[in-house]
């Protein structure tokens, strides 16, 4: 059974840090890129970042860039966002998402909601 898991959400004020996880079972982690999207209430669900499978190339949307980091244990079958410097527009619900070319496999997480107010 497929199984993409996040955790690490919550409230957190303007300028804090937080570090979501995505935690995979049930398929072969290390052959899948890996990426963390968003949804903000009202909007549309948008892509944050993106880690190759092997991890060596990485991928930000510009409104996170520098503030964001994006990694990946394929020992470990996990993913994890490091958030810094986060901001009020940053607020939403935050997914993982697995992907291999090939064959097309598709994969989502249930989300975790990131708050970020004072």
């Known amino acids: 059974q497929v199984r993409l898991v996040e955790s690490g959400g919550g409230l957190v004020q303007p300028g804090g840090s937080l570090r979501l996880s995505c935690a995979a079972s049930?398929?072969?982690?290390?052959?899948?890129?890996m990426n963390w999207y968003r949804q903000a209430p009202g909007k549309e669900r948008e892509l944050v970042a993106t880690?190759?499978?092997?991890?060596?190339?990485?991928s930000y949307a510009d409104s996170v860039k520098g503030r964001f980091t994006i990694s990946r244990d394929n020992a470990k079958n996990t993913m994890d966002l490091q958030m810094n410097s986060l901001q009020l527009e940053d607020t939403a619900v935050y997914y993982c998402?697995?992907?291999?070319?090939?064959?097309?496999?598709?994969?989502w997480g249930q989300g975790t909601q990131v708050t970020v107010s004072s």
């Open positions: 049930g398929f072969t982690f290390s052959t899948y890129a």
């Open positions: 998402r697995a992907q291999r070319g090939y064959d097309l496999r598709d994969y």
């Open positions: 880690i190759t499978s092997t991890g060596v190339t990485t």
